[in-house]
Every structure is written in structure tokens, then in C-alpha cells.
């Protein structure tokens, strides 16, 4: 008997899925196939540009945050116009109560009186920041009035002028070298200035508060004997000028609303220019011109004899208490700008060590 026609047997193909007969088996092996497509296009999309992105809490936190600063801009923005606009308005009705019986000279000085108001701290510190720009302004015109030196030697030159109503006029130009950096001198300069009276004087320096800058500060001092009082309040300002020059003024204010001072007490016009220049990395030229004025009260100058009875000087006439007191501040100046010298060194060894 013959045997059945049987069909050779064929080995399945690589990739034929003919073979398998259950459906279920063949539909996971195409899932398990497109999941793993899936995580390598996730890597190939993660290793191309790595995600930034942020919890929806943090997102809405620094939202928030960002409004509260806007709104807070804004408040601080309305209120500093309304300030601004208060200082205008009083600044406006001061100008008008002010009559000019002469036209204004245009070769002499339009700002001889600096006054501050009373009012607001706001109000005050634009009022300070004005004057001490004022005086920055005139930095070149007035170290122009003494002739410094070409070479970087130190000197110290006093000029005491009588004007022909016997009032005093003391000019005074220094100038040194220091072996120290621009802004270790920039420091200690300022350091020295704020600290000098009371270290050469005794007096204690009080500061008002002005919340601005530590580049600008206002001093009131009493210097005067037991018995007589001299007043004097004082802005410093420091203004930087490029890698290589720093400018330090000072400017006497004479009235002050907040400060009210009595008809008998004096006080003494002070401007002083403080010009810091780099030499090179280790040592700096250090330039000062100041002018000292006559003492006032608010009726005007005080006579020059009340004036050489207050500093110890007994005259006979106008002219011998002017021969006098331009001796007698010709040296003392002298020396109070040698003492300055070594107070100023003594700061800046202490900062430095």
C-alpha cells in the first residue's frame, strides 16, 4: 500500500509570522516592538535638549512674587511723585517770596548760601544731594586758584586775604603722596575728614541719617569756646571719575529750617575740594584746596575785633586785629594740615593692617 504525499517541511523565514497562530502572541511582540521604539525616541529626544521645566508651584510662587514687586514699584513710584511734587510747589513759593533789587553778577558766585528745609527725609536728602552736586560742579574752577606743584612733592601753602570791611578770607592747598592704593586713599580720606574734629578737637561729630548713599553724609559739630558758640554743619560728598580719579567735597551749610539756631550763634562758611589721582598701583597723588570764611551771625559778619577777642587775640584797632589774625591763622593753619597729615596716615595704616 502506498504511503500519503506529504509536503517537505519549510523553516520560517526571519521576521515571516506566519507560523505563529495565536493572535495574542503575535499583537504583544508588535506592542513590545513599539514600546521600545517609543523609549528610544524618548533618550534620542532627552539627550538633545534636557528639560527646564518647572513644578506649577514654584512657577505660580515666583509669578506672585513678581506682582508683589510691580506692585510695590509702583506705590514706592506714587510716592515719590507726590513727594516731588510737594518739594516743587514749596520750592516754588520760596523763589517767590525772593525780590532782586540788582541784577544778578555773572562773574560772582550764585550759590554763596546753602539752605536746607525742614519736612520730610525724603524732602531733605534731595536737598543735600543738590547742594554737594553744586559743589562737585566747581571742582576745576576751583583748583584752579592755587598753582599744585608738576612734580608729585608735597606741599602746603596758606593764604589769609583782608578785604577792605575786614573780613577773613583763609585759602589753604595741600598736596602728598601717599604709598597707597586710589580707593584705600578714597577710604581713608574719608574716614579722616568725618573723624578729625573730634580727634583734634575733642568735639563729638554727630550724623544725621540720611539713608541714601555711604557716599554722602551731613555733620553738625559745635565749635566753639565755653563761652561762645560756633556751629557747624557740614555735607561730605564723594564722587567717583573713571578707574583713575576720585573727588571729595565739603560745603558748610549755613541754614538749616530743621536746625534752627540762635541770633548770637556763629558760623563759618566752609568749601573744600579733595582731589584723589592714581599713579600707579601702590601710590596715589593726593590735592586738597579749601576756603574758610569769616564767621556770621544772621545779622551779617562779626566785627573783626569780637572776632580776635573770641580766638584770644588782644588788638587795639581794626587793622592790628587784621595784622594779627593773619598770623596767627597763617601758622595755625599750617599746623592743623600737618596734624591732618598724620591723622590721615594713622588711618590708613590701621585700615590696612
Known amino acids: 500500500m502506498d504511503c500519503p504525499h506529504r509536503r517537505p517541511y519549510l523553516a520560517p523565514r526571519p521576521g515571516d509570522e506566519s507560523h505563529i497562530k495565536c493572535k495574542r502572541v503575535r499583537e504583544v511582540r508588535a506592542l513590545r516592538r513599539f514600546v521600545a521604539d517609543l523609549e528610544q525616541r524618548l533618550a534620542t529626544h532627552h539627550g538633545r535638549r534636557p528639560t527646564s521645566l518647572l513644578p506649577w508651584a514654584e512657577v505660580a510662587t515666583a509669578l506672585a512674587d513678581a506682582v508683589a514687586d510691580q506692585r510695590n514699584e509702583t506705590t514706592a513710584l506714587r510716592r515719590q511723585l507726590q513727594a516731588n511734587d510737594r518739594i516743587c510747589k514749596a520750592l516754588a513759593a520760596w523763589v517767590n517770596s525772593w525780590q532782586l533789587h540788582t541784577p544778578l553778577n555773572a562773574f560772582a558766585e550764585s550759590w554763596r548760601d546753602a539752605t536746607l528745609f525742614a519736612g520730610d527725609e525724603r524732602a531733605r ?132 529750617a530743621a536746625y534752627p539756631i540762635r541770633d548770637d550763634a556763629w558760623t563759618v562758611d566752609t568749601r573744600q575740594w579733595v582731589v584723589a589721582q592714581r599713579v600707579d598701583a601702590t601710590w596715589t597723588r593726593l590735592r586738597t584746596y579749601y576756603r574758610l570764611l569769616h564767621p556770621c551771625t544772621r545779622a551779617g559778619f562779626v566785627p573783626i575785633q569780637a572776632f580776635a ?45
Open 309 to 353: 577777642q573770641c580766638v584770644k587775640v588782644h588788638s587795639t584797632s581794626d587793622d592790628d586785629a587784621a595784622r594779627q589774625l593773619q598770623v596767627k591763622f597763617t601758622s595755625q593753619q599750617r599746623d592743623q594740615r600737618r596734624r591732618f597729615e598724620a591723622h590721615l596716615r594713622r588711618v590708613l595704616a590701621r585700615r590696612r593692617n
Open 125 to 256: 536728602r534731595i536737598g543735600c544731594q543738590w547742594i554737594i552736586h553744586q559743589v562737585y560742579a566747581h571742582t576745576a574752577r576751583e583748583m584752579h586758584r592755587f598753582t599744585f606743584p608738576a612734580t608729585n612733592t608735597g606741599v602746603v601753602e596758606i593764604e589769609v586775604v583782608v578785604t577792605p570791611s575786614y573780613v577773613l578770607e583763609i585759602h589753604g592747598m595741600t598736596q602728598l603722596l601717599l604709598p597707597y592704593s586710589l580707593d584705600e586713599v578714597s577710604h581713608g580720606v574719608w574716614l579722616a575728614d568725618a573723624s578729625f574734629v573730634q580727634v583734634d578737637h575733642g568735639v563729638d561729630t554727630h550724623f544725621e541719617s540720611l539713608d541714601t548713599t555711604p557716599d554722602l553724609a551731613y555733620a553738625q559739630e559745635d565749635m566753639g569756646p565755653a563761652d561762645q558758640t560756633i556751629l557747624d554743619r557740614t555735607l561730605y560728598g564723594r564722587f567717583y571719575e573713571g578707574n583713575d580719579k576720585v573727588v571729595i567735597v565739603m560745603r558748610s551749610v549755613l541754614h538749616d
